[in-house]
Nanobody
């Protein structure tokens, strides 16, 4: 059973940067979701192990960067130019069969981490 462990969350100032890590990422597609209080879980970004291709939601495109270190089975999400609306619990999720190239449906992901809270202070 795949176990994913997120780290790197915390409080960051508006316009600042933060890097999240997801250890244990051995499945093909690994993505980051986020969920703010009272809102639905949103797929933010995803990366494919086979070719390194990536997907970004429009809300984070140009500000967030996903990457992976296959040797360490770790996926990173670099958050730059953060905004108060980026405040949420960020979850790492992985899928053995999925090829990420668009909208991320939580139901397509088989394994989930426990989440890490990111708070952007204004």
């Amino acid at each position: 059973q795949v176990q994913l462990v997120e780290s790197g969350g915390g409080v960051v100032q508006n316009g600042g940067s933060l890097r999240l890590s997801c250890a244990g990422s051995v499945l093909h597609a690994t993505g980051w979701f986020r969920q703010a209080p009272g809102k639905e879980r949103e797929g933010v970004s995803c990366i494919n192990r086979s070719d390194g291709s990536t997907y970004y939601a429009d809300s984070v495109k140009g500000r967030f960067t996903i990457s992976r270190d296959n040797a360490k089975s770790t996926v990173f999400l670099q958050l730059n130019s953060v905004k108060p609306e980026d405040t949420a619990v960020y979850y790492c999720a992985a899928s053995a069969d999925l090829y990420c190239d668009g909208f991320m449906d939580p139901q397509d992901f088989d394994a989930w981490g426990q989440g890490t809270l990111v708070t952007v202070s204004s």
